[in-house]
């Protein structure tokens, strides 16, 4: 049986939302790659971006990043961590001090 596919495109996509779309989209193959798998996978495509920041174009750069959160989302799922959760430790600023820009020494 042929399996069909389908493209989606979306406006905009929020961290739960691009966790969503990464677990359905990629999910079981990563559950059985595994974390570690995934973690060098993560540290290659940071690899990259660091190269695209120091010598690519804007194009390059902007994929190098969504990679970058791709393979961040994929580790969260795995994880079982929820980003926007997460996230929330920078909700006010500076973690430690809580002020925006942080003031700490």
């Keep these: 049986m042929a399996v069909r596919h389908r493209r989606v ?3 905009a996509v929020d961290l739960a939302g691009l966790q969503d779309v990464i677990e359905r989209t990629y999910g079981a193959r ?3 790659r595994g974390v570690p798998s995934t973690v060098a996978w993560l540290a290659e495509e940071l690899g990259e971006l ?3 920041v120091r010598k690519g174009t804007p194009d390059q750069q902007r994929h190098e990043f969504a ?3 791709a393979w ?6 795995q994880m079982g961590v929820d980003l926007d959760d997460a996230i929330q430790r920078y909700a006010e600023g500076c973690p430690r001090c809580h002020a925006i820009p942080c003031a700490c020494p």
């Design 9 to 11: 495109r979306c406006a």
């Design 30 to 32: 990563d559950r059985a």
């Design 50 to 52: 660091a190269q695209a």
């Design 67 to 69: 990679d970058v959160l």
């Design 72 to 77: 961040v989302a994929s580790l969260a799922n």
